[in-house]
């Protein structure tokens, strides 16, 4: 299960907002901010929804291991402006294999 912190941290990286968060989720966005503010501890279910989401979105939750939970994205910024260019290329698509 993520921590509040992660959760900020996958938003920054993801560059989500929480009400796009939100839209993805289902969750209410005063949820999320109180629990990215340690106000508040949803349940397992609702913090699930969270981290399935930000790891749609590309981020990778890295676990307790001796130096720190962590955050860092599945792909470097230039493979991710690559993955968009290449998904709005759009066209034919056809069989591209070389006789």
């Known amino acids: 299960m993520i921590t509040p912190a992660q959760c900020r941290a ?3 990286l993801a560059e989500l907002t929480r ?9 209410e ?6 629990f990215e ?5 949803p349940d397992e279910q ?13 981020v990778v939750f890295i676990p307790e291991n001796g130096g720190g939970a962590g955050v860092r994205l599945k792909f470097n910024s230039s493979v991710t ?3 968009g260019i290449l998904e709005g290329e759009g066209g034919i698509v056809r ?3 070389v006789p």
């Open 81 to 83: 402006r690559r993955l």
């Open 10 to 12: 996958a938003r920054a």
């Open 46 to 58: 609702t913090v699930a929804k969270l981290q399935n989401a930000l790891e749609e979105a590309g």
């Open 37 to 41: 503010r340690k106000i508040d501890e």
């Open 29 to 34: 966005e005063s949820a999320i901010e109180r």
């Open 95 to 97: 069989n591209d294999d």
């Open 19 to 27: 009400a796009a968060l939100c839209r993805m989720t289902g969750v």
